[in-house]
Structures are given as C-alpha cells and as structure tokens.
C-alpha cells in the first residue's frame, strides 16, 4: 500500500486548504484511512479518520466543526477540508492506512504518506 498526500500550502488565518491522500490499492474495502499531523517539536498527533466501507467519520476535538474528511471511491482518494484555519494547526500532515482499525494512536498505522506542510498564518 502506497500513500501519496499532497494540497498543503500556506495560507492565512481563517482560511481555508483541502488535502488529497491517493491510495496505490484498490483493496481498501476494509481499511481505515486517517489524517494525523506533527508540529515543530511536537509528537505526531490524530486529526481524523474515516471508514472506506462505511464512510463513518471521526475528529480530534481541536478540529471538529472546522475539519471534514472525505473519500472518493472511484479515485481511492481520501480528502481532509480544512476551513477556518488557526495558526495552531501548522504542522505537517501525514495520511495514514490500516485494515479494519478505529484506534487515534500513530503507532497502530502501518501504511503512512510522505507528508505534506501546512503553514497558517497569524
């Protein structure tokens, strides 16, 4: 399995940024795909997750009502729309894959993207 992020950029506060996560499989029918993000000096941290069957979602507290995640089938691409952006969330964004897991814990994901930076603005 292979994860290829891209969409971040810089932005200011209050706007807004969509991230892609492109999966290189298209056996996914029982995986978990996750965004997860790491600032500077900071350990990495769960942003959301989704179920590729089910489409159920689910938020870090820091990012609900602001942050949507999103699949696409027929691209197998997993989406994260950041609106209302905060300085406090810079950092670089990680997506992540593994089968049939609801855990928050980076440990517990074995598939992982290359990253993509996202710098908001004050």
């Known amino acids: 399995v292979q994860l290829q992020a891209s969409g971040g950029g810089m932005v200011q506060a209050g706007g807004s940024l969509r991230l892609s996560c492109v999966a290189s499989?298209?056996?996914?029918?029982?995986?978990?795909m996750a965004w997860f993000r790491q600032a500077p000096g900071k350990e990495r941290e769960f942003v959301a997750r989704i179920s590729w069957r089910t489409a159920s979602t689910y938020y870090a507290d820091s990012v609900k009502g602001r942050f949507t995640i999103s699949r696409d089938n027929a691209k197998n691409t997993v989406y994260l729309q950041m609106n209302s952006l905060k300085p406090d969330d810079t950092a670089v964004y990680y997506c992540a894959a593994e089968p049939g897991t609801f855990y928050t814990d980076p440990l517990r994901y074995s598939f992982w993207g290359q990253g993509t930076l996202v710098t908001v603005s004050s």
């Open positions: 499989t298209r056996s996914f029918s029982t995986y978990v």
